[in-house]
């Protein structure tokens, strides 16, 4: 299995009540796994300053699949995906707001942030248990 990776269209609208943001998924998009747990992640200051690995530098033994998506400013690079594929190392994948990717079991990954206003937004098809994730430094 490997990394796919996907474009999203980013919806929002911003009124005096709120700010809404959102994505819609291609279309023809299948996802691989029933959607069970929804996350949403933020670098701090330092982890983007230090360019901290933000998520990741893990893979997962049991059957846990993991959809990315990034939020954040246009235009920008605000992600850097490092990945093992195959037991290889493979090229890194910069990401902009409305890129996505599926990370199925078993593929190390890392993600880096490069930008404070960035976030993942994560559908993952079991709840979080730390006992799914084995260490395998990428960064």
Request: net charge neutral; charged share 30%; glycine share 8%.
């Amino acid at each position: 299995m490997k990394t796919k990776f996907f474009w999203v269209e980013m919806t929002g609208n911003v009124d005096e009540r709120r700010t809404i943001t959102g994505f819609v998924l291609p279309e023809s998009m299948k996802i691989p796994f029933e959607p069970r747990h929804f996350k949403r992640i933020r670098p701090s200051e330092k982890g983007v300053e230090e360019e901290m690995v933000l998520e990741g530098n893990h893979y997962h033994i049991k059957d846990r699949w993991e959809l990315f998506v990034v939020i954040g400013p246009p235009e920008k690079y605000l992600f850097v995906l490092k990945r093992k594929e195959g037991g290889k190392i493979r090229e890194d994948y910069w990401m902009m707001a409305g890129d996505g990717c599926i990370i199925p079991p078993g593929i190390s990954h890392a993600f880096i942030s490069l930008n404070k206003e960035a976030e993942l937004w994560v559908i993952s098809n079991l709840p979080y248990s730390p006992d799914q994730s084995v260490p395998d430094r990428l960064v």
